[in-house]
């Protein structure tokens, strides 16, 4: 076996990451940890999928008898990783804001995590809301099942709606890891910010983009390629971009976008529109226009009895 010098590249890389945490303010005690784990997230995750689905997503072995025991188990232990993650992340801030009490992390960590737990069944609805819109709205879906177990659309929607929620309670970054773990699985890249509501259906997925402060409404169905993103980052004193601000699109109910279609800016798409493919978007479009890139402009909406019909297939 070769043997190389490697002592000096160690001292190297050393001096390297103290220059980093110095300047990072993230100097700390010896045998500390800097930040949440990727890895401790994934793990909560797949404990989490269990307690919504426990006979889908649970383990192979689980009996339909022993549910509540498994989800009561598996829900204690993912809420106590959760925490621990939280405090890293709240403790990593506190070096970083004055804003955040120290003294008070351990409280507002037991209080987050709570009201997380308390929201799971309207999560477990949600994403049952989401398996319907897909398999009704997929022909070659053979049965929820099969859309639970094999779609990436509802693997990306699963994370999201868990991320979504810390991401409200202010866990901005344990919510972007999990948005991460999906988007690395599935080629979907959805913010944890992004408000989508019930019956969300995303068919194929690949390549879909969902910006942080995008608004989707109920009933809405993306293709793969779909971009909701900012069409210009307004920049602060120092010319970098400024943050918080509302710049992606809002999406009504009943919406539909095709393959490969661009949405830009805070503008919003009226209720039961439909976008076609490759079409790049940059302006509102009212109630039930049809969107069409050879045409590049809206086309006539529905007639009334044609917009009706419309609306009790989406109801």
Known sequence: MAVFEIESVVTSLHSSRLRW????????????????????????????????????????????????????????SALAQLAEQATLEWRYKDRHDDDIDASAIDERVHVAIQQFAYKLPEIRDLLDCDVIAAYQGDPAAGSVDEVLLCYPGILAMIHHRLAHELYRLELPLLARIIA?????????????????????????????????????????????????????????????????????????????????ATILGRVTIGQGSVIGGNVWLTQDTPPYSNITQARSRSEAGPKPDERAAAERNYA
Do not use: C, W
């Not at 995750?45 to 006979?55: F, I, N, Q, R, S």
């Not at 109920?218 to 120092?238: C, E, I, M, W």
């Open 21 to 76: 945490r110095e300047a990072q303010r993230r100097l700390l005690e010896a045998g500390s940890r800097d930040l949440p784990s990727r890895e401790r997230l994934a793990e909560i995750v797949d404990l989490l999928k269990g307690v919504l689905y426990p006979m889908r997503l649970g383990p192979h072995e689980l009996l339909q008898s022993g549910e509540n025991y498994y989800v009561g188990h598996a829900l204690a």
């Open 180 to 260: 991460e773990h999906a988007h690395s699985a599935t080629g979907i890249d959805i913010h944890p910010g992004a408000q989508i509501g019930a019956g969300f259906f995303i068919d194929h997925g690949t390549g879909v983009v969902i910006g942080e402060t995008a608004v989707l409404g109920q009933r809405v169905r993306v293709y793969q390629a779909v971009t909701l993103g900012a069409k210009r980052f307004p920049s602060d004193d120092d010319g970098n971009p400024r943050k918080g601000l509302a710049r992606h699109p809002i999406v009504e109910d009943n919406v539909v976008i095709y393959a490969g």
